[in-house]
């Protein structure tokens, strides 16, 4: 398993894990071949396009079979005010000129961009702080790693007196919760698009990822993937 080295304290895992970044897609690529790995799994959060391009790429060059573990995408519901946007800037600007209460639900790499809408009070909740703190008046942190519940959620929301929220689409289960709170309570979400993925076969469960696999590597083939 391969770690970026973003969470301070990410998780301790039952398989042999390296953390930090490879350097570039042709360095992956090395990487994959001197190891003499047989399958790339891209099970990358949704919106890491860099490292999935990277990890499409060099399953290219190499020949390696690759998969991708994707959660599906969130769906608008009966009772959701969503407004789509392309990207955190643009939510940021969609949040217009008069001062609104934000929930920026985006984590700590794409807290910044609220730095250039300072007249909104942000609430940013994070897994680790954000370094360096941003230079705005009117924001608090919340420190917290999912899975959230919805009764927790309606509270948070309740509490800081939130009218929109600033979430990516994600997808799966682990931080539906507040997209439920704020259909509860009426809340608009400016809802960041998830960007095009690279062009690599793509399941979206851990089950489905070890059938391709069971297809790819019978038993007796398997080794290092």
């Known amino acids: 398993m391969s770690l970026a080295g973003r969470t301070d304290k990410p998780a301790a895992q039952p398989v042999p894990v390296r953390i930090g970044g490879f350097g570039g897609a ?52 009966p009772g959701d005010r969503w407004r789509e946007v392309q990207s955190i800037p643009a939510a940021i600007e969609a949040l217009g000129p008069s001062p609104r209460h934000v929930f920026l639900a985006t984590g700590r790499q794409g807290a910044h961009h609220a730095e250039a809408a300072p007249q909104h009070h942000y609430l940013v909740r994070s897994v680790d702080p954000v370094e360096p703190p941003l230079a705005l008046d009117n924001v608090d942190y919340v420190l917290e790693r999912g899975p959230f519940t919805l009764d927790g959620e309606c509270d948070l ?64 083939m398997k080794r290092g993937v």
């Not at 391009?53 to 991708?68: D, P, R, S, V």
Request: proline letters at 5%; zero cysteines; hydrophobic letters at 55%.
């Open 157 to 220: 929301l309740r509490q800081h007196h939130i009218d929109v929220i600033v979430a990516k689409n994600s997808g799966g289960a682990a931080t539906y919760a507040k997209i439920e709170a704020a259909r509860l309570l009426g809340i608009e979400v400016m809802m960041v698009a998830r960007a095009p993925a690279p062009i690599v076969k793509a399941v979206d469960t851990v089950e489905a990822a070890l059938a391709v696999i069971d297809h790819l590597f019978p038993p007796a």
């Open 26 to 77: 042709a360095a992956l690529a090395d990487f994959l071949k001197a190891g003499g790995y047989d399958l790339l799994t891209d099970a990358t959060h949704p919106f890491a396009e860099r490292i999935s391009a990277n990890a499409a790429f060099a399953a290219e060059t190499t020949g390696i079979a690759a998969i991708a573990l994707r959660r599906p995408e969130w769906h608008r519901r």
